[in-house]
């Protein structure tokens, strides 16, 4: 985390909090500058003491922090412990989070998501070992929000990857289930304008479930939709640090296929 400390210190001095910051540190997430979101929302916490509020901001840092870690350990700019330690300390907030607003869906679904990446770096049986709370943590999210594509999304991976019955309840054709719902719910919000950008790697995962069910017809569609994926990021002139990676992760997966 040393890495970060001296940059962080400077744009939390630096940093200035509106009286809605959500829509502000949303759009700098998409545009992957975790450090100002992590930066304004500690500023905010120091003068925030109603709890949605505060639930609000910490699920935000949680994201922020599980961000840093996944890009930093693809870059070879974090090393996996040191990712698994900040993992740690985002999962940390989203616990808060659901201490302050348990009604709230986000704070559920970055447990999950922050519990599933380090358990993913720590290895196969630690993935396997913390997957069913992964899923009821995603689950719990969608109690609450049945339209969070991330929900449907980190669900549709975790039914792919993992064993099937008796070992885990991995399930294929739930994974393809979960897939598609994310991908349909994510252009919905995208046509609308909820979300700013789009999210290649929803598209990629629901091709790799595809390629990997392989019912008729399940690999032509997996084929076309990772060329498509592809070549819309390709058109991209100033691709951010999710999109180069996501551009690799599709390159990488056709070039297994074919």
């Known amino acids: 985390m040393s890495r970060f400390t001296v940059l962080a210190l400077f744009l939390l001095s630096t940093a200035t909090v509106s ?29 925030t003491t109603a709890h949605a509020r505060r639930a609000e901001l910490l699920w935000r840092k949680a994201r922020a922090q ?18 698994i330690e900040l993992l740690r300390i985002a999962e940390s907030y989203a616990d808060e989070a659901i201490q302050l607003n348990p009604d709230a869906p986000n704070p559920y679904f970055w447990k999950a998501a922050t519990m599933g990446l380090r358990g993913q770096l720590r290895g196969v049986l630690n993935s396997l070992f913390m997957a069913s709370d992964v899923r009821d943590y995603a689950e719990a999210t969608l109690q609450r929000h049945p339209q969070h594509p991330e929900a449907h999304y980190l669900l549709g991976q975790l039914y792919r990857e993992l064993p099937r019955r008796p070992l885990s309840f991995g399930n ?8 598609r719902r994310a991908v349909e719910l994510h252009e919905r919000e995208y046509r609308q304008g909820v979300v700013g950008v789009r999210y290649f790697d929803l598209y ?8 990997r069910r392989n019912n008729r017809g399940d690999r032509d569609e997996a084929v076309a939709m990772l060329r498509s994926n592809i070549a819309d990021l390709e058109a991209l002139r100033s691709p951010t640090t999710r999109e180069r990676k996501d551009l690799q992760s599709a390159r990488e997966l056709l070039a297994a296929w074919i």
Request: glycine content about 4%.
């Open 204 to 211: 990629t995962q629901l091709a790799d479930s595809l390629w």
């Open 66 to 83: 599980l961000t840093l870690a996944d890009y930093g350990t693809w870059s070879g700019e974090i090393p996996d412990r040191e990712a």
């Open 172 to 179: 294929r054709d739930r994974a393809v289930q979960y897939g």
């Open 19 to 47: 009286a809605e910051p959500f829509e502000d540190l949303d759009r700098l997430h998409e545009e992957d500058r975790q450090q100002q979101v992590l930066a304004r929302i500690e500023a905010e916490l120091q003068t």
